[in-house]
């Protein structure tokens, strides 16, 4: 069976930036979109151009910019915002207008004030206007994840009908399981006339901790593009990780599915991003944070120090990290205590090395880590003791 393409869309510079305190000007949107485009992915969401006169510029100068990937531009259903966005696209090599509608009860109740027929209408207008200008038009049903599967396939239907050839099925609350959302999927591949037609498109927030799996199970499932950020920035708890969806299935061949992501610059965007948005990456973060590739218990180091894959799945240089760290802690043991000696230049006995961690202790207990500064410290403090 022939592996199958997952496009990569990019919302860092649109759901990424609505976190507060992330907001960035134009040239560092540049910056990132210049990177992300040398990284691989598909589609760059690029803002919201009717949000702000900045924000219409940075939409505007981003495509100019990019070469390879879609820029796309987001709007609400309406057509000032398509306007806005056809008209900040204009210099893109290949444009992209995001346009959609909430479809879950509550969004049509209390945030529209209208009903189930006159959403739909409203879908189906926006997607046939926007399609006035671009070629390639994605609708979103926000709030899908909590959308009925009947309704939401009539929703999907008529977006098609009107020319999406996108379809954005978000679990806008981050509310679903991965089996409800993927089964979610599932349903609309099967139930909606004319999906051969438009591509189904994951887009999960992460307030349960699901984003990941959410989209990896709506992949499983049958759609072929997920939309995620650097770092898995975005609205609260934030968005799918870019990082970690590329090498879940980079990972894992037998899913057959595959990205055009060169995962070796993950490390250095996802820095860049950090850097730029003044967000840190949490040490435990997997793929990209500080520790995702560190050891610091004695039975851990020992495995890694004798066979790197015996505690690691993933090359670091892989994703664009050098090394594995080996870092000293009281839970460190000889082997791990021998190999830091060794990388500062002094290869040792296993006589001395008995020596050296007795004393090594006293220091680790003392400290959180022991460094290199203190490695050469314990050295020359037991070299005098035994010498």
Not at 113 to 139: G, H, L, M, P
Not at 268 to 295: D, R, W
């Amino acid at each position: 069976m022939k592996s199958e393409k997952i496009e990569i869309f990019d919302t860092t510079l649109r759901d990424g930036e609505q976190v507060p305190g992330c907001k960035l000007n134009t040239p560092q949107k540049l910056s990132i979109a210049e990177k992300l485009d040398e990284l691989g992915v598909d589609v760059i969401e690029a803002g919201f151009p009717i949000s702000s006169p900045g924000d219409f510029h940075s939409v505007s100068e981003i495509s100019k910019l990019v070469k390879n990937a879609k820029v796309c531009g987001l709007t609400r259903a309406n057509p000032k915002d398509i306007d806005a966005a056809a008209e900040a696209l204009r210099f893109a090599k290949r444009p992209r207008i995001h346009t959609g509608i909430g479809t879950s009860d509550s969004h049509i109740r209390f945030k529209f004030n209208s009903n189930r027929e006159d959403i739909i209408e409203r879908a189906a207008q926006a997607v046939k206007y926007a399609r006035t200008f671009v070629e390639d038009v994605e609708f979103y049903a926000e709030d899908a994840g909590r959308t009925d599967n009947d309704y939401l396939a009539r929703v999907c239907e008529a977006a098609i009908k009107a020319g999406a050839t996108v379809l954005n099925i978000p679990d806008t609350t981050g509310y679903c399981l991965p089996e409800e959302y993927g089964e979610k999927i599932k349903y609309l591949k099967e139930n909606v006339s004319g999906i051969h037609r438009a591509i189904l498109s994951c887009h999960c927030h992460n307030d349960l901790g699901m984003a990941t799996a959410n989209s990896i199970s709506g992949v499983i499932n049958g759609a072929r593009q997920i939309e995620c950020t650097i770092n898995g920035l975005g609205e609260r708890a934030g968005n799918t990780a870019l990082e970690e969806v590329v090498m879940i299935l980079k990972q894992h061949p037998g899913l057959q599915l595959y990205t055009g992501v060169k995962s070796r610059m993950l490390n250095p965007v996802s820095l860049l991003v950090s850097e730029l948005m003044g967000m840190p990456v949490q040490p435990n973060k997997a793929i990209v944070g500080a520790n995702a590739f560190a050891h610091s218990s004695g039975i851990h180091q020992d495995g890694v120090i004798k066979n790197r894959e015996t505690y690691e799945i993933i090359d670091p240089a892989e994703v664009g990290v050098n090394a594995s760290t080996i870092v000293l802690t009281a839970r460190s043991g000889r082997s791990a205590l021998a190999y830091r000696f060794r990388h500062i230049g002094f290869e040792v006995t296993k006589n001395e090395l008995d020596f050296l961690y007795e004393e090594f202790l006293q220091v680790a207990d003392r400290k959180k880590e022991v460094d290199n500064d203190d490695l050469s410290a314990i050295i020359e403090k037991v070299t005098r003791k035994i010498g």
